[in-house]
């Protein structure tokens, strides 16, 4: 399979784009090579895709089913029951949906933690994007618990075989509140043995920080460290209250951290030490958490919201400009998965899209990352492109009709059932 | 002219809804009638059109142009020069494109000041759009400025009478530290005499507050009840440092607040004071503010930025919810400007949007509104209806491609030309 893309703009050139199996293959002002789809640009900006690195995917079926309420009413209210009643297929079917949301705008990498580990591994296969996914493993310091999760995620991970290259099996261990600190020890070691990352909430709430001093005499980062937890193989989601000395630690270990500001501000969970992290040389990274605290997966959005909350609570309008917003979006989480993407370049993964730049928000063009960050949204996206397999292109994607009523038929069973 | 809508989904029952003239004549289950036009709304929610109650419409040209830098840089050197190069055709083109991209996502009416009135006003009478608009009004306490000013608006006024009846000319005294007394009071009475509305700058900043106590032993609010300018017809933008005897002020002379999350969030401005002005019973809209501090004018967009800062500045996930963002957006500015819109019932103005229900971030519909505020963007809007007049279907409008081209045209020349 090749793709050619003629006439694209890529950092203030026209460039043709040469894409051979799932490799850039190559980039020159002028291309005349055969290919399986030519694809005009004229008037179209070529980037990196955008990487969403804390993900529930499913949980698009209960976008805008609970909003505006206290957390605990939220979850026991609302979240809880309905999540109960979930089965494999319900969540196939929400994962096919936030993966098509996703590559309508423009992301075709995402770090995922849901229940049903398969349904939404078989999704992002099928959608053709690539992901990192964990199954949640809670234990709540039950024994029993604790056992049946080690086997099923031992069962899991041989399962992921049959997935393509695409889908990595990551663990999933959901916070140090969740989690026995036995269970936490057999994630870590489980995935440094098989190569595999880890996906954890981290540092969410002031309460998770505030018990873990009660319980342990120390911060939530200090008692992972202790434990022996931490590593570069560690996506932290969150990470909002952890403190100077836990920033030092978190960069120590080289764990990837993820900023989350829309769903932050939704749940009030406080404000994201973006400025000390960045000092301190962690590899900050962007993410949309799930719909049903956001309530969308648009990484365009996230990256204005981004700089924001940064702007307003240091009072500094210079505070993470849009090209660091970009980077997080696009470059630095290639680098925490170990990617050879992030960058449109000869020899990197075809994992990339094209912004129209007819599309209003994109005008006039002084500047199209700040474009991107402060004024577009993701229906700028008109093509995207991940392992060198075209998945959207001009704003429509295979199946996404039936896509969306399947969905749509699961989300109403799954919240009119309020009996069941 | 008439239109027919068939079969929109209004308040959980689909409804046809006939327009005759300007208003909304007939809603049935099953209208019969003849009607210039016919739109099958099947898959679509019909919903009052957004009224943006801030905005520096031609500023369009400058999105993006210089973001990420300090306010005195972002003024002196990038945003004041180019200002001063500025002419009426410029201003033209630049409101045209505003306006387009208004009516792209849902808004038929704005609140403007800007310089260059005529080009403003023309430009939204071309468009079909509904607007109060005012010259930018400064003399820098100098007498010689204000005579001119004085004169200049008398004209204006006179001159603004050649536009349709839904462009209104206002008052635009920019603000309590660029306006002398003497004009401030000439404005109001200006305004009183001839049924105008005045838009101004108020409160903003923090140092403004300060400047005026400094100056007068007074804050701004009191100062302007003092002198005898505040009343209903006095649209304030942005109130953010009012203290409570100050809300209380602008409650009693039912001054309309103006607050406009994104700009705030983006100059570091502050926080507006929602919950206190709700408590007050002020009456609340919501504005963009120009693209130079947005950078776009998608009302959907500032209304989830509008709930999102009130629920982490007070820590309270129930604060400002999403049907009272769309209210501050779609309902109260009628109020505030005494207009016969903001809601979808026969008698009122045809000012309405449709949204097209199959929008990804509309679905599932849970909830409509919460859809609206939390997941959607300007982009759900297909149709956009202004006083009985069809202004976008399908997501076209006439002329769109000339207005971009031309836009851009002019926002390059005058970006580029920095010697002039």
Known sequence: MSILIKNALLSNEIKDIYIKGNIINKIDSKINAKADNIIDAMSKAVLPSFLNLHTHAAMNLFRSYADDMKLEDWLKKKIWPVEARLTEDDVYWGAKFACLEMIKSGTAFFNDMYWHYGATARAADEMGLRANISAVFIDMFDNQKAKEQIERNEKLFIQSQQY??????????????????????????????????????????????????????????EYLEDIGFLGDNVIAAHCIHANDKEIKILKKYNVCVVYNPVSNMKLCSGVFPYEKMKNAGVNICLGTDGCASNNNLDMLEEMKFASLLQKSYSRNPVALPAKDC???????????????????????LADLILVDLKDLNLNPNHNLVSNLVYSANGTCVDTTICNG????????????????????????????????
């Open 164 to 221: 393509s290259n695409r889908i990595n099996f990551a663990l999933g261990p959901h916070s140090i509140y969740t989690v026995s600190e036995k269970s936490l020890l057999w994630a870590k070691k489980f995935a440094d043995k098989h190569n595999l990352m880890i996906h954890i909430h981290l540092s969410e709430t002031e309460k998770e920080a505030d018990d873990c001093i009660k319980k342990r005499k120390k911060r939530p980062v």
């Open 326 to 348: 970009f980077k997080m979006a696009a470059i630095n989480p290639a680098k925490a998965f170990g990617l050879n993407c992030g960058r449109i370049e000869e020899g990197a």
């Open 389 to 420: 397999k075209i998945l959207m292109h001009n704003r429509k994607v295979e199946g996404e009709e039936e896509i969306l009523r399947k969905a749509n038929e699961v989300a109403f069973r799954l919240t009119a059932n309020k009996s069941a």
